[in-house]
């Protein structure tokens, strides 16, 4: 009998104290605790973990209350998620062809993008057009979800009813369709409301409970936390109001008659999925805990689906190929973190409606993370992992005594009506988007190695035409809103447009909206300034003044072309005395300059070259590093900004589209 392999026995035993005295080593007199960072809510990301520490609630086994491993306790081993993906063009037709390139290519459900104005989303007509658009889908096999908040503000429940109607009778009891009626979504995200928000919500969850009634296997509800996450908010204020939201329709729910583990099944929750999978592994975990237990204190009984979506904040429209590389890390997420459904976004979703190629590359980075790096094949991968149990746990705490305070202030629709919610969003928004402006947060291609010679990706050219939407009378209004007249109406063969006309236009409840935001768009505003002068010829330059030689000056030489760069602004370099690079600049054409070296180097230089390049004719002077203690000196020498890692970027490059003459053209 062979005795059992112990390898680990011929390593000596390892403990914080060996591992504290490596590091401090390595650290050179740094604080271990330099090692640490946190999370854009504040929470503590540690170096090491050891022991999770006493956790409140255990996390349970895959398919067990708290649901943390997971809803299952198995998966399939050949779609261990269910791998789903938006569809948007405006033209029905070509919306049809999209939907089966993409059933035909290895999808397993597909999300249907209404918008009224048919520019984000699939034109609205009458419900024959949504037969047409779905006919040929087996719908027991292919999952169909709607995208209904954009389609028009407070009429989602009436799209959902429209589009039951194109339903054939036959396929009802089997069809997987997610209505995704969602009241405080549209209202969070638009700002506005036909009626109070209770009322839109009862009247919404009505029409729901009439909805699962006919399609049994189907979702009704959607609780869809993005509209947080795409604002700006923290991972701590998604998941707080995924649970005020899911508290606030099961009430309604069960106020309607609905019996509580009806209302769970019949509810598809959805979250963003960002590229910091430390994060959002952990996020997505800390989703099923905080769900479960609202279900829980509503005595339902089932499990939670999940559906997580690539972020479109984290997008980049400059240099869009490197979002390949932030769906590809939060697809990795969403799939490790044990979503059931799982959406990316197009790489060029910044840019456009996408193009074949887009379209391909988002399916094919889910099906290449089950099939071939088998992401798919154990359930709960960070399952006994000490750093994402322990985030697990800060997660579900700090996120549920927000979600306390927001029951005990008057729920979510309270807090959005007050303002006070979104007040706490625009904090967390306006500190990330400083922290990219500080470049203390990357976004690759725009912050940070911007390609001035970028190829842009091919997207597709959408016609609009004005009237697509024009209500015309073709079927008597609905005698009221409720489920039974809505469909009738829809059979009858009423517009959607003249559907929502039929209603009260002038909301009766406001609210501050939720616009959604991406992270490089002021340095992406920058480019586009610059872009237009390049276009016209006479692209935006400054001159590098490099001293010394190239080993003492290059770092800082790359750091000064990367910095301007990201604003649109070409460097041409030399290297010399003070001398040489005043004739330098003279034949330059430029107006800009930046002093790259190194330190001791612009001590003994730097303000003999700037007097030089000012001589010469030099605008704005800028020196690259920090100044020390010879600030005052490099400023009376005609020195006039100092870039460093820590300066405000845009503020910096703002500055410098000024000095050439392009704020006019930003305004304009």
């Known amino acids: ?33 330099s090692l640490d960072s946190r999370t854009e809510h504040g929470l503590p990301i540690k170096a090491l973990y050891r022991e999770p520490g006493d956790q409140s609630q ?11 491993r997971g809803g299952s306790a198995t998966r399939d081993a050949w779609l261990p998620w269910d791998i789903r993906q938006m569809v948007r063009h405006p033209d029905p037709d070509v919306a049809r062809e999209e939907v089966f390139e993409a059933l035909n290519n290895g999808v397993s459900s597909l999300e249907l993008r209404f918008d009224a104005d048919a520019e984000n989303g699939i034109r609205l007509g009458q419900s024959s057009d949504l037969a047409k658009l779905i ?37 009802r009891e089997d069809a997987l369709i997610a209505f995704n009626i969602d009241p405080i979504a549209a209202f969070a995200r638009t700002g506005r409301c036909d009626s109070s928000l209770a009322d ?48 606030t329709y099961m009430r309604a729910a069960i106020d309607s008659g609905v019996e509580p583990s009806h209302a769970v099944r019949g509810t598809l929750f959805t979250v963003a999925v ?13 989703a099923r805990r905080i769900l479960g237990r609202v279900a829980e204190a509503f005595g339902a ?11 479109r904040r984290m997008l980049a429209a400059r240099d869009a190929w490197t979002n390949l590389l932030r769906n590809t890390a939060a697809c990795f997420a969403a799939g490790v973190g044990g979503a059931d459904i799982v959406t990316v976004r197009t790489f060029t979703d910044a840019l456009g409606h996408a193009g074949p190629l887009a379209r391909r590359m988002a399916r094919n980075t889910q099906i290449i993370a089950q099939e071939e790096s088998g992401l798919g094949r154990v359930i709960d991968p960070p399952g006994g992992s000490w750093a994402f149990d322990q985030m697990t746990e800060q997660l579900s705490q700090a996120a549920w005594a927000m979600f306390q305070g927001m029951e005990r202030n008057g729920g979510i629709g309270h807090a959005l009506e007050q303002g006070h919610f979104q007040a706490d969003i625009a904090e967390a928004r306006q500190a990330r988007r400083r922290a990219v402006a500080l470049r203390k947060e990357w976004v690759t291609g725009v912050n940070d190695f911007p390609d001035l010679e970028e190829v842009t990706p091919a997207t597709v050219e959408v016609a609009h035409t004005d009237d697509q939407n024009a209500a015309e009378a073709k079927a008597a209004d609905p005698t009221e809103r409720s489920y039974g007249a809505i469909h009738s109406a829809a059979k009858a063969g ?38 237009q002068r390049r276009e016209a010829g006479k692209p935006p330059r400054i001159f590098l003044a490099a001293l010394g030689p190239l080993a003492e000056h290059s770092a800082r030489l790359t750091y000064a072309t990367n910095f301007f760069a990201a604003g649109g602004i070409e460097a041409t370099a030399a290297a010399g005395t003070a001398e040489e690079l005043a004739e330098a600049f003279k034949s330059s054409g430029c107006e800009l300059v930046c002093i790259c070296g190194a330190d001791a180097r612009y001590e003994a230089e730097a303000e003999q070259a700037a007097k030089a390049l000012r001589a010469a004719g030099a605008g704005r002077i800028y020196l690259a590093g920090k100044p020390g203690q010879m600030k005052q000196a490099y400023l009376d020498s005609g020195i006039d900004e100092f870039i460093f890692v820590g300066v405000d970027v845009v503020a910096s490059l703002e500055l410098a589209h000024a000095e050439l003459g392009l704020g006019a053209t930003a305004r304009s």
């Open 200 to 247: 839109c919500i009862g009247s919404d969850v009505a029409i729901s409970r009439s909805l699962v009634e006919a399609f049994p296997k189907s979702t009704v509800l959607r609780v869809d936390a993005r509209v947080v996450h795409e604002a700006g908010g923290t991972e701590v204020q998604e998941l707080a109001y995924l649970a005020a939201s899911f508290a």
């Open 274 to 286: 960002g590229s910091d999978y430390h994060v959002e592994i952990p996020k997505l975990r800390a």
């Open 58 to 68: 255990g996390i349970g086994f895959p398919g067990s209350y708290p649901h943390v």
């Open 135 to 171: 006919d040929g889908v087996k719908l027991d096999l292919a999952a169909l979800s709607l995208d209904l908040v954009g389609a028009a503000v407070g009429k989602e429940a009436e799209l959902a009813v429209m589009f039951a109607a194109a339903v054939p009778d036959a396929d």
């Open 301 to 311: 009984e089932g499990s939670i689906k999940l559906q997580a979506v690539t972020s």
């Open 1 to 33: 009998m062979s005795s059992r392999l112990t390898i680990s026995a011929d390593f000596p035993a390892a403990d914080r104290a060996a591992w504290e005295q490596i590091v401090e080593k390595a650290l050179k007199g740094r604080a271990i605790e």
């Open 494 to 531: 009423i517009a959607f447009g003249q559907l929502i006309a039929a209603r009260n236009s002038e909301p009766e409840t406001h609210c501050d909206p939720l616009w959604p935001i991406r992270l490089g768009e002021p340095f992406e505003a920058l480019r586009d300034v610059a872009d």
